[in-house]
């Protein structure tokens, strides 16, 4: 079951970056993010009392408490830089970055969790997964100028904070109804995103989003919430070496869209990463 939830994680996320990418064109990228996590928070407070665990929160540990918000925390800076990158970034290039996480979550599954076994299958691939990654982002000679390359450090942050979020929120979420635990690293999320748009004093541009890009911005939390809710309940049952992965294979989603819907095509070079990162994506997945 848990790597079901996985795989239809992987397509919830993939969508998510498509539809966000949409809403994303004239809006504010973090006045977007901050709409979007209140979407998300109701979708997962919904499921909270669709499952009845809402009751079960007095008994969560001090220690679950304080990984799960640490997970959140974690969560609202790589969704700050994630979609800063997408507002300025191709979506193509943006996407196999923010993925690069998974090199680091299995290596840390690995070492914190004692994740050993079919120990060389996961490092097989997980050279797979980073040779993929380093072809998809490499630039082409002469087209991308450097002025483009400013989306390139929030991915790269992105990556890092979403690999603390999987080894935080699998120590946080032990003894917890997954629903729960997302509901809560959901509240986090909402203060922090919500945070730096009264800082940055972006609250004003609200009133001024299209209707259209409103849409798709709260049609993109519905995904996101779809896909935490699926990701973090194959986290805490599964294996987090092996479920990573899997959710990374979003990416498979997210360029087919990216080509029907922005015209975005990859080159041969390009192609070749995605197909080396899906197949070390199913090494691990299939063998580990």
């Known amino acids: ?48 009392f669709v499952v009845g665990s809402g009751e079960t929160i007095k008994a969560i540990s001090a220690k679950s408490l304080l990984f799960l918000i ?8 790589s969704w ?9 970034g191709d979506i193509n290039k943006v996407v196999p970055i923010d993925k690069s996480s998974t ?12 994740e050993t076994e079919h120990l060389a299958v996961k490092l ?7 040779v993929g990654i380093y072809l998809m982002v490499e630039k082409k000679q002469g087209e991308e100028k450097e002025k483009n390359r400013k989306w390139l450090p929030y991915a790269v942050l992105s990556a890092v904070f979403a690999a603390l979020t999987s080894i935080l929120a699998k120590i946080g979420i032990t003894g917890v109804e997954s629903n729960l635990g997302t509901a809560i690293r959901t509240i986090v999320v909402l203060v922090m995103s919500w945070m730096i748009v009264l ?5 004003s541009q609200i009133r001024k989003i299209d209707k259209k890009e409103m ?10 919430g779809a896909s935490w809710l699926c990701y973090y309940y194959a986290i805490q049952n599964g294996i987090v070496s092996v479920v990573v992965p899997i959710d990374k294979a979003s990416i498979v989603v997210t360029v ?33």
Do not use: H, N, P
């Open 1 to 48: 079951m848990w790597l079901f939830m996985a795989v239809l994680s992987a397509l919830f996320a993939g969508v998510t970056s498509i539809l966000a990418k949409c809403g994303i064109r004239k809006t504010d990228s973090d006045v977007a993010t901050a709409l979007r996590t209140v979407v998300v928070l109701i979708f997962a407070w919904i499921m909270v």
């Open 70 to 77: 640490l997970s959140g925390a974690a969560t609202g800076l």
């Open 80 to 88: 700050i830089c994630y979609f800063k990158a997408l507002s300025i």
């Open 103 to 114: 090199v680091l979550t299995v290596l840390l599954a690995i070492i914190l969790f004692g």
């Open 124 to 130: 097989i691939g997980t050279v797979f997964l980073t």
């Open 199 to 203: 800082m940055k004093g972006k609250q």
């Open 215 to 224: 849409a798709y911005i709260s049609f993109s939390g519905l995904a996101t």
């Open 256 to 288: 087919v869209f990216s080509y029907f819907v922005f015209g975005e095509k990859l080159s041969r070079k390009a192609l070749a990463g995605l197909l080396l990162m899906v197949f070390g994506t199913l090494v691990m997945a299939i063998w580990a």
